[in-house]
């Protein structure tokens, strides 16, 4: 199975189980600050939906609007609870994605 139908499997197994929590990972602390989200690490974010954009992005998360603004993340900046039915996925997701993307950067530099 290619990276492309990997990412749409998880995505579609995700569709099934939203809406869910997740809490941010450091970086997207960072952003949604700067946006003016008073947001911690201990924030619960609620995710709404899930999209595969395909290996540009992997997958990616509409998180709960707040007022006029939805924000989307990719799966990689959420942590998801041990406790989520699709846990196990969702981290072999993430750590395939980061070592991907390491790779992808390495060969641009």
Same mark, same amino acid.
């Given at each position: 199975?290619?990276?492309?139908?990997? %990412?749409?499997?998880?995505?579609?197994?995700?569709?099934?189980? @939203? *809406?869910? $929590?997740? /809490? *941010?990972?450091r970086e997207l602390v960072v952003l949604l600050r700067k946006k003016g989200n008073p947001? $911690? &690490?201990? $924030?619960? &974010?609620?995710?709404?939906? @899930? %999209?595969? +954009?395909?290996? &540009? +992005?992997g997958i990616l998360c509409m998180l709960e609007q707040r007022e006029e603004e939805a924000t989307v993340c990719g799966l990689v900046h959420l942590n998801i +609870? +041990?406790?989520? *039915? /699709? %846990?196990?996925?969702?981290?072999? %997701?993430q750590r395939k994605r980061k070592k991907r993307i390491r790779r992808l950067n390495e060969m641009d530099g």
């Open positions: 199975m290619g990276i492309k139908e990997e %990412y749409e499997e998880l995505m579609q197994k995700l569709k099934a189980v @939203v *809406p869910f $929590t997740a /809490l *941010p990972i947001i $911690t &690490l201990n $924030t619960a &974010l609620i995710v709404k939906d @899930v %999209y595969n +954009s395909g290996d &540009l +992005s +609870s +041990s406790s989520h *039915p /699709l %846990y196990r996925d969702i981290v072999d %997701y």
